[in-house]
C-alpha cells in the first residue's frame, strides 16, 4: 500500500480536524504511477462548501431551462459592470496619449524621454503592487476590494489634471498603477467563480473587447473637448479637461460596483437562496470551486515549478512589448503617418472597433470549437500583416500605414485567450492567484520596456520601434501552438489516470481547492 501524502499545506493534529483518506491515483512527470493517498481536509476547502452547510442529502435539480435563466440573470447582472470597469481601465492609462497631442508635453515642460518614462511609470507602480494586490484578492471580499480600487485610481487620474511638471506626473502615473493592479487579476478570479469553463473565453473577451469600445469613446471624447476648448475656450487646458471628466465618471462607477457586485455566489443580491446554490452547483464542473482564503505553500511551490506558468509569463512579456509602445504613442503614431493632432484623435477610434470584433469574435469560437488557443493565433497573424504594412509602405501612404496600425489592434486575442486559461486552466486558489500575479508582472515588465523603443531620434518612422513589435508578435504565435500541444498532452494523461482499474474519485472534490496537477478528474480547456 502506497504511503499517506498530504497534498495541502495547512495539516493538523487536531482530532476534530482529521479528514477521510481516500485512494486516489496521481500523474507523473512520466509514466502513471501507482495510486496514492491523498488526505482531503473538507476544513481547507473552498468557501463554496458552506454553502451547502444544512441541505446534505437534499438533491438540487437543475433543468436545462432553469440553468439559461440563471445564466440569463448572472449575465445581466455582472456583465454590464464588468464590461464598463474594464473600459474605463483601458481608457484610464491611455488617456495620456491623447493628452499627449493636446499640449501636456509643452504645459508640464516635458524633455527627451521624459514622455516615455510617464509611459512606463504606470506599469512599474502595477508591477510594484501585483503580487500583494493578488494576495489581497484572495483574502479579503473580492468585489470591496476591487471597488475600493475602481474608486481610487478614478480620483488619482483627476489629480494628473493637477500636475505642473514632470516630477508630479511620474508620481500620479505611480499611484494610477498601484491602483489599478486588481482590476485584471480580480475580473479573471470573477468569472472563473461565476461561469464554467465552456462559458469563460466568451466572457473574458466580451468584458476585455470593451478596451476597444473605450478606445472609440476615448477618442471621441478627447476630439470633442479639443475643438470645444479651440472654438469656445475654457478656464482650465482641453487636456486637463480629458483626465477630469474620465476619472470622474470612473470614481463614480466604482461607487456603483461597490453597491452593486457581490463577492461571490453566498452573497448575491440578485439571486434568490436556491438561486445561489443552483449557481455554486452549475459550475462544480470546472473542479475549481468558488474560492479559498487560505495561504497553501504547496500550490505556490506548484505554480512556480509548473511549465505552463512560465509559458503563460513568457507570453505577456513578450506580447506587451508592442502593447507598451502602441497604446502610449498611437496618438502620434498616426501623427507621423501624416495627419494632424485632432485627426489622429478621431482616426484612432476604428481600431478600437478591429479589437471589439476579434475579442468577441474569437472568444466565441474558441469556446464552440474547443480551441481556444488555436483560434487565438487568428487575430497575432492579423497584427503581423498589420505591422509588415507599416514597416514596408513608404511614409507617403499615409491610408496604407493607418490600415496597418488597425490591423495590429487585433493582437490581444492571445492575451486574451491566456487570461481566460488563468481562469479555466489553473486550479487551486492559491496557485491561481500566484500564476495570475506573474503573469501580470511579466505584463507589465513588458509594458515598461515597450515605450522605451519608440525613441525620439527615430521620428517619424520609429523603424527599431517597429521591428521589435514584428519579431514579438511572431515569438508569441510559436508560444501560443507550444501551450496548446502541452495541454492536449496532459489531458490524454489524465484520461489515462482516469481509466485505471480502481481509480475513483473523493466525496465533493470539485470543492475540495484541489490544483490542477493534482487533480486527475481535471480537463484543460484547450
Given at each position: 500500500?502506497?504511503?499517506?501524502?498530504?497534498?495541502?499545506?495547512?495539516?493538523?493534529?487536531?482530532?476534530?480536524?482529521?479528514?477521510?483518506?481516500?485512494?486516489?491515483?496521481?500523474?507523473?512527470?512520466?509514466?502513471?504511477?501507482?495510486?496514492?493517498?491523498?488526505?482531503?481536509?473538507?476544513?481547507?476547502?473552498?468557501?463554496?462548501?458552506?454553502?451547502?452547510?444544512?441541505?446534505?442529502?437534499?438533491?438540487?435539480?437543475?433543468?436545462?431551462?432553469?440553468?439559461?435563466?440563471?445564466?440569463?440573470?448572472?449575465?445581466?447582472?455582472?456583465?454590464?459592470?464588468?464590461?464598463?470597469?474594464?473600459?474605463?481601465?483601458?481608457?484610464?492609462?491611455?488617456?495620456?496619449?491623447?493628452?499627449?497631442?493636446?499640449?501636456?508635453?509643452?504645459?508640464?515642460?516635458?524633455?527627451?524621454?521624459?514622455?516615455?518614462?510617464?509611459?512606463?511609470?504606470?506599469?512599474?507602480?502595477?508591477?510594484?503592487?501585483?503580487?500583494?494586490?493578488?494576495?489581497?484578492?484572495?483574502?479579503?471580499?473580492?468585489?470591496?476590494?476591487?471597488?475600493?480600487?475602481?474608486?481610487?485610481?478614478?480620483?488619482?487620474?483627476?489629480?494628473?489634471?493637477?500636475?505642473?511638471?514632470?516630477?508630479?506626473?511620474?508620481?500620479?502615473?505611480?499611484?494610477?498603477?498601484?491602483?489599478?493592479?486588481?482590476?485584471?487579476?480580480?475580473?479573471?478570479?470573477?468569472?472563473?467563480?461565476?461561469?464554467?469553463?465552456?462559458?469563460?473565453?466568451?466572457?473574458?473577451?466580451?468584458?476585455?473587447?470593451?478596451?476597444?469600445?473605450?478606445?472609440?469613446?476615448?477618442?471621441?471624447?478627447?476630439?470633442?473637448?479639443?475643438?470645444?476648448?479651440?472654438?469656445?475656450?475654457?478656464?482650465?487646458?482641453?487636456?486637463?479637461?480629458?483626465?477630469?471628466?474620465?476619472?470622474?465618471?470612473?470614481?463614480?462607477?466604482?461607487?456603483?460596483?461597490?453597491?452593486?457586485?457581490?463577492?461571490?455566489?453566498?452573497?448575491?443580491?440578485?439571486?434568490?437562496?436556491?438561486?445561489?446554490?443552483?449557481?455554486?452547483?452549475?459550475?462544480?464542473?470546472?473542479?475549481?470551486?468558488?474560492?479559498?482564503?487560505?495561504?497553501?505553500?504547496?500550490?505556490?511551490?506548484?505554480?512556480?515549478?509548473?511549465?505552463?506558468?512560465?509559458?503563460?509569463?513568457?507570453?505577456?512579456?513578450?506580447?506587451?512589448?508592442?502593447?507598451?509602445?502602441?497604446?502610449?504613442?498611437?496618438?502620434?503614431?498616426?501623427?507621423?503617418?501624416?495627419?494632424?493632432?485632432?485627426?489622429?484623435?478621431?482616426?484612432?477610434?476604428?481600431?478600437?472597433?478591429?479589437?471589439?470584433?476579434?475579442?468577441?469574435?474569437?472568444?466565441?469560437?474558441?469556446?464552440?470549437?474547443?480551441?481556444?488557443?488555436?483560434?487565438?493565433?487568428?487575430?497575432?497573424?492579423?497584427?503581423?500583416?498589420?505591422?509588415?504594412?507599416?514597416?514596408?509602405?513608404?511614409?507617403?501612404?499615409?491610408?496604407?500605414?493607418?490600415?496597418?496600425?488597425?490591423?495590429?489592434?487585433?493582437?490581444?486575442?492571445?492575451?486574451?485567450?491566456?487570461?481566460?486559461?488563468?481562469?479555466?486552466?489553473?486550479?487551486?486558489?492559491?496557485?491561481?492567484?500566484?500564476?495570475?500575479?506573474?503573469?501580470?508582472?511579466?505584463?507589465?515588465?513588458?509594458?515598461?520596456?515597450?515605450?522605451?523603443?519608440?525613441?525620439?531620434?527615430?521620428?517619424?518612422?520609429?523603424?527599431?520601434?517597429?521591428?521589435?513589435?514584428?519579431?514579438?508578435?511572431?515569438?508569441?504565435?510559436?508560444?501560443?501552438?507550444?501551450?496548446?500541444?502541452?495541454?492536449a498532452r496532459e489531458n490524454k494523461k489524465n484520461e489515462r489516470v482516469r481509466a485505471q482499474p480502481g481509480y475513483r474519485k473523493l466525496d465533493k472534490q470539485e470543492f475540495l481547492d484541489l490544483t490542477d496537477k493534482e487533480n486527475p478528474e481535471f480537463v484543460y480547456t484547450l
Amino acid at each position: 500500500m502506497a504511503d499517506v501524502e498530504k497534498v495541502h499545506d495547512g495539516s493538523s493534529d487536531d482530532p476534530e480536524k482529521v479528514a477521510h483518506l481516500t485512494p486516489q491515483a496521481t500523474i507523473g512527470d512520466g509514466d502513471i504511477k501507482e495510486p496514492r493517498f491523498i488526505h482531503a481536509d473538507i476544513n481547507d476547502g473552498d468557501i463554496a462548501l458552506k454553502a451547502f452547510v444544512g441541505h446534505e442529502g437534499e438533491v438540487i435539480v437543475m433543468t436545462p431551462e432553469a440553468e439559461r435563466a440563471l445564466l440569463r440573470k448572472i449575465d445581466w447582472n455582472l456583465m454590464p459592470m464588468l464590461c464598463v470597469v474594464y473600459g474605463l481601465n483601458y481608457l484610464d492609462k491611455t488617456t495620456l496619449s491623447y493628452a499627449s497631442i493636446m499640449g501636456l508635453q509643452t504645459d508640464i515642460h516635458l524633455k527627451g524621454t521624459n514622455y516615455q518614462w510617464l509611459g512606463s511609470m504606470f506599469y512599474i507602480g502595477y508591477l510594484a503592487w501585483e503580487y500583494p494586490t493578488n494576495r489581497l484578492l484572495q483574502r479579503l471580499p473580492l468585489a470591496k476590494w476591487s471597488a475600493f480600487n475602481i474608486i481610487m485610481w478614478g480620483l488619482t487620474l483627476c489629480c494628473m489634471a493637477a500636475v505642473k511638471n514632470f516630477a508630479g506626473a511620474v508620481a500620479v502615473r505611480f499611484f494610477l498603477g498601484v491602483f489599478e493592479a486588481a482590476v485584471t487579476p480580480g475580473f479573471a478570479l470573477f468569472t472563473s467563480q461565476w461561469y464554467t469553463r465552456q462559458e469563460q473565453g466568451t466572457r473574458t473577451g466580451i468584458w476585455f473587447s470593451f478596451n476597444g469600445f473605450a478606445q472609440i469613446f476615448g477618442g471621441l471624447v478627447a476630439y470633442g473637448i479639443s475643438i470645444g476648448v479651440k472654438k469656445h475656450g475654457a478656464v482650465i487646458k482641453s487636456w486637463q479637461i480629458v483626465f477630469l471628466v474620465i476619472g470622474l465618471i470612473t470614481a463614480t462607477v466604482g461607487v456603483i460596483f461597490l453597491y452593486f457586485m457581490p463577492d461571490n455566489q453566498l452573497n448575491a443580491k440578485f439571486l434568490k437562496p436556491h438561486e445561489r446554490l443552483m449557481a455554486i452547483e452549475r459550475i462544480r464542473k470546472n473542479q475549481q470551486g468558488v474560492g479559498n482564503k487560505h495561504f497553501k505553500m504547496y500550490q505556490l511551490k506548484e505554480a512556480l515549478t509548473d511549465p505552463m506558468t512560465w509559458a503563460f509569463v513568457f507570453f505577456a512579456l513578450v506580447a506587451d512589448i508592442p502593447n507598451g509602445g502602441i497604446s502610449n504613442f498611437f496618438s502620434q503614431l498616426i501623427v507621423s503617418f501624416g495627419y494632424t493632432a485632432d485627426q489622429s484623435l478621431l482616426y484612432g477610434t476604428p481600431g478600437g472597433a478591429i479589437e471589439v470584433i476579434f475579442l468577441i469574435v474569437c472568444g466565441y469560437l474558441g469556446d464552440k470549437l474547443g480551441r481556444r488557443v488555436l483560434v487565438a493565433c487568428s487575430g497575432m497573424l492579423t497584427s503581423i500583416l498589420g505591422m509588415l504594412l507599416i514597416v514596408c509602405l513608404p511614409l507617403s501612404n499615409s491610408k496604407g500605414r493607418l490600415a496597418g496600425y488597425y490591423f495590429t489592434q487585433a493582437s490581444p486575442t492571445g492575451f486574451v485567450a491566456l487570461l481566460s486559461l488563468l481562469a479555466s486552466n489553473v486550479a487551486g486558489y492559491t496557485k491561481k492567484t500566484t500564476v495570475g500575479a506573474l503573469y501580470l508582472i511579466a505584463y507589465c515588465t513588458g509594458n515598461i520596456i515597450g515605450p522605451q523603443t519608440f525613441r525620439p531620434k527615430d521620428k517619424p518612422r520609429y523603424v527599431p520601434a517597429e521591428i521589435t513589435i514584428v519579431v514579438c508578435y511572431s515569438v508569441c504565435v510559436l508560444d501560443l501552438l507550444f501551450i496548446h500541444w502541452y495541454y492536449a498532452r496532459e489531458n490524454k494523461k489524465n484520461e489515462r489516470v482516469r481509466a485505471q482499474p480502481g481509480y475513483r474519485k473523493l466525496d465533493k472534490q470539485e470543492f475540495l481547492d484541489l490544483t490542477d496537477k493534482e487533480n486527475p478528474e481535471f480537463v484543460y480547456t484547450l
